[in-house]
């Protein structure tokens, strides 16, 4: 990955989130934890030691695009430039699957395993999303488990910031009005 060059907390919606970032692309993203140094902590985890920072113009939009998405705005965030270069092939692979999911819409683990031409690997989507180090621009919070159940959900709070962050986006899944 190219060395990611300095970070900064934000507030929005659902708490302080994370950023870290390249010269040209984020680096990581890190939705709210317990506390604020316990989210900068875990982004940390992914970008590595950096110095917290004023963020670039290409960062302040991708912080102000973040923070309205979270507040209920329709946002894919689909442009936003990521640092991929060090992220497994088949992690980029389930990564570009379901970035590609619009929001207030969800897939489930084997149907994102499918179109990523591996139709029994639903466990390894898990695991390739709960390793994910863009949430929410990488939205693993839109795939969920068989049947439509939440599944797991490696940000703070588990299931229930999955289930929250769906509802504000107003999702469905399947033809019902709404998942709760």
């Not at 797991?152 to 509802?167: C, I, N, P, V």
């Amino acid at each position: 990955m190219a060395r990611a060059l300095g970070c900064c907390l934000f507030d929005t919606a659902i708490g302080p989130c994370g950023v870290a970032w390249t010269a040209d692309a984020l680096a990581a993203v890190q939705l709210p934890e317990t506390t604020p140094e316990g989210t900068r902590e875990r982004m940390l985890r992914h970008a590595g030691p950096l110095p917290e920072s004023e963020p670039p113009a290409f960062v302040q939009d991708a912080i102000a695009r973040i923070r309205n998405l979270l507040a209920g705005e329709r946002d894919d965030l689909a442009d936003l430039p990521l640092a991929l270069d060090e992220v497994p092939e088949f992690h980029r692979k389930v990564y570009e699957v379901t970035r590609a999911i619009p929001p207030g819409e969800v897939l489930t683990y084997g149907e994102v395993a499918r179109r990523v031409g591996e139709p029994g690997a639903a466990r390894a989507v898990g695991q390739a999303l709960g390793r994910n180090p863009f949430a929410p621009v990488i939205p693993c919070h839109r795939v969920l488990a068989a049947g439509g159940r939440s599944g797991g959900f490696s940000a703070e709070g588990g299931a229930l910031t999955k289930l929250r962050m769906l509802e504000i986006e107003q999702a469905r899944f399947g033809d019902e009005p709404g998942l709760f």
